[in-house]
Every structure is written in structure tokens, then in C-alpha cells.
């Protein structure tokens, strides 16, 4: 008995602690979700180009406007701007880097018609710089860059030549990025491009933009701390939902062993002790006609059987782990039901 109470306050526990667990773990979870940002910001990218023509007998205008396919062969000059907007919703120490590179990447088809780079080089469009805005809640930056179409042409042309190879070639041309966003306790790192990718041995040419016009973003309050709080949380909380569960397995597997053991005993000690007015029989009777009385204690059934001088029928039921002990006086059977818990 003292066994069992044991077992039954450490199941307890371990219950308390399963709904510790997972109260930790929604807790957080609903928490952090409805968490107001202290900081939202907008960024805007765009660029706009103009093309310069080689001196021809076909266009009217030297320079064209961008959205149009243009014949590579008549390309002198890309002239490419590059804007980069930056709007917060509150003044904050701003501080950023950026840079401009561009890179000829040339590409072969293998034999399953997939892209194969065979070729890449750099070029330093825009060399890294650092600017920073104190108090602020907005910075712009405008670039332009010069691309000689025909040089990045001959050049592609001439590594064909050179190793006897068809290949497509791309100028991609990237501005990159990176700034700080310091509110006091509160501080963010950002990562940025503007992509733009032109065919440089296509016949025909037209600047593809890689990348997302607007994008929008967020601070939440004492983010770095609080992320690794979530964390810590999450942990946590499944550490102890998992001993728990662990406690609490065990703990019913030890009860069903217990009571099965139990089982074992009860069922041992009647036969042993009793045998002399039990008589074991191998199929369960028909008690249809008979008004059933049900037994809680065995005792009980073992005096009514003495006063009254009849035998105690005993019956196992393996399929179902009871063994029933009936007593018939009349038209009345009373039962004792000795039940295996599993």
C-alpha cells in the first residue's frame, strides 16, 4: 500500500511538471507572437538606365530609355542608376556600408540541358563606403555605374576563341548592402542587395532585375536577449515535458506490474487457502436464469458458502484476465470477480 501511494504522489509530480512543460512552452510561444515591434522601417530599391548607341544609320536618338530589347551589336554603353531608400518610423543611430561589383559569368549546357558556369571574374565597380547618420530616420543612397557593353563583349568573345567554346556570358552587376540600426538596447544587423543580370552574348539584350522592389522590416524590443530567452524557454520547457512524460510512463507501467502482481497473489493465495471448497470448472455456466449478486469481497462469499454448506465454482478467463468465483444458492449466483489489470 505504501508502494502504490508512493507511485501515485510521483505520478503526481510528474503530471504537475508535464503541464509545467507545456504551459512554458505555449506561454512563450503566445508571447512572443503578440509582441509590438519597437522599430518598423520601409526600404524602396529601383534602378533606371539609359542605352548609348554606336554611331548607326538606324536609330534617330543616340540614347534610348530602358524597358526595350536592343541589338548587342549596336550597344555602346550602359549608363545605370541605382537607388536605395531606406524609412524608418523613428529616429535611430544609422550606419551603413556598400559597394558595387559586377561579375562576367559564363555558362555552358551539360548533357541533361542544365547550367554549368565555366567562367566567372570580378570587377570593382564601387569600392566600399562608409557613411553613417546619427539620429535619423531615413537615409538615400544614389549610385550610377558606366558599363562598357563592347569591352565585357570582346572579352566574353575572346575566351570563346581562345578555348575553342560556345558559351552564354551575363554581366551580373550587384550592389551590396550591409547597416546598423542602433535604438540604446535595441540593435540590428540588415543585409541588402540590388541585382541586375545583362546578356552580354545574346544578339539581343535587356536588363533583368533581380530582386524585390519593397521590402519591410522590424525590430522587437531587446531582440538579441529576448530571442535567446525564447530559446532558453523553448528548452526548458521541453526538457520537463519530456522528463515528465518519461516519470509518468514509467510510473503507469510500474502500476500495471504492480497490479498484475497483485493479481497474482490474490488469485494464489485464494486457490492455496480455499481449495477444499473450490472446484474448478472449464467453461464459464449459464447464469441466464439466474439473478446475479455481485461479491466486493471475497470473504463475504467464502461465509456464504460455509453457512449454507455449497461448493465455490471457480472459472478462469484467460482472453479477458478475470477469474470469477460463484456461489449458487437457489435462484440466486453470487459472484466474486477477481480482474488482471493491464
Not at 56 to 65: G, Q, T, V
Not at 212 to 224: A, D, L, P
Not at 237 to 261: D, H, L, P, V, W
Request: charged letters at 25%; one cysteine or more; hydrophobic letters at 35%.
Amino acid at each position: 500500500m505504501k508502494n502504490i501511494r508512493k507511485y501515485m504522489n510521483t505520478f503526481i509530480i510528474a503530471i504537475i511538471m508535464c503541464v509545467i512543460g507545456i504551459f512554458c512552452i505555449i506561454y512563450n510561444f503566445y508571447i512572443n507572437k503578440n509582441i509590438a515591434p519597437a522599430y518598423n522601417y520601409t526600404i524602396q530599391k529601383s534602378d533606371d538606365y539609359e542605352v548609348l548607341l554606336k554611331p548607326n544609320n538606324f536609330y534617330e536618338n543616340e540614347i534610348l530609355k530602358l524597358g526595350y530589347y536592343y541589338a548587342a551589336k549596336s550597344i555602346d554603353n550602359y549608363i545605370i542608376n541605382l537607388k536605395y531608400d531606406f524609412v524608418g518610423d523613428k529616429k535611430a543611430n544609422l550606419q551603413y556600408d556598400y559597394n558595387i561589383d559586377a561579375y562576367l559569368v559564363g555558362i555552358v549546357k551539360d548533357n541533361e540541358n542544365q547550367d554549368k558556369e565555366v567562367w566567372n571574374r570580378k570587377f570593382k565597380f564601387k569600392e566600399n563606403t562608409h557613411d553613417k547618420k546619427d539620429n535619423a530616420d531615413k537615409f538615400y543612397i544614389n549610385e550610377q555605374v558606366n558599363v562598357d557593353y563592347e569591352y565585357y563583349n570582346n572579352l566574353a568573345r575572346s575566351y570563346e576563341k581562345t578555348y575553342g567554346i560556345t558559351i552564354q556570358s551575363t554581366l551580373k552587376i550587384k550592389f551590396n548592402i550591409s547597416y546598423t540600426i542602433n535604438l540604446g538596447e535595441n540593435f540590428n544587423k540588415v543585409e541588402d542587395f540590388i541585382e541586375l543580370e545583362i546578356p552580354i552574348t545574346n544578339t539581343v539584350s535587356e536588363i533583368k532585375e533581380n530582386y524585390e522592389k519593397v521590402t519591410n522590416g522590424e525590430i522587437i524590443q531587446g531582440q538579441e536577449n529576448r530571442k535567446f530567452k525564447e530559446i532558453a524557454f523553448y528548452i526548458i520547457g521541453g526538457i520537463i515535458f519530456i522528463i515528465s512524460s518519461i516519470i509518468i510512463i514509467r510510473i503507469i507501467r510500474k502500476y500495471i506490474k504492480m497490479q498484475r502482481q497483485q493479481y497474482d497473489w490474490k488469485l494464489k493465495h485464494i486457490l492455496k487457502y480455499y481449495r477444499d471448497i473450490i472446484i474448478n470448472i472449464s467453461s464459464e455456466p449459464n447464469l441466464d436464469d439466474l439473478k446475479v449478486i455481485n461479491i466486493s469481497i471475497f470473504k463475504d462469499l467464502i461465509d456464504l458458502a460455509e453457512q449454507t454448506q455449497k461448493n465455490i465454482f471457480y472459472y478462469k478467463d484467460i482472453n479477458n484476465g478475470e477469474s470469477k468465483f460463484f456461489v449458487i444458492i437457489d435462484n440466486y449466483v453470487y459472484v466474486y470477480l477477481l480482474k488482471k489489470s493491464y
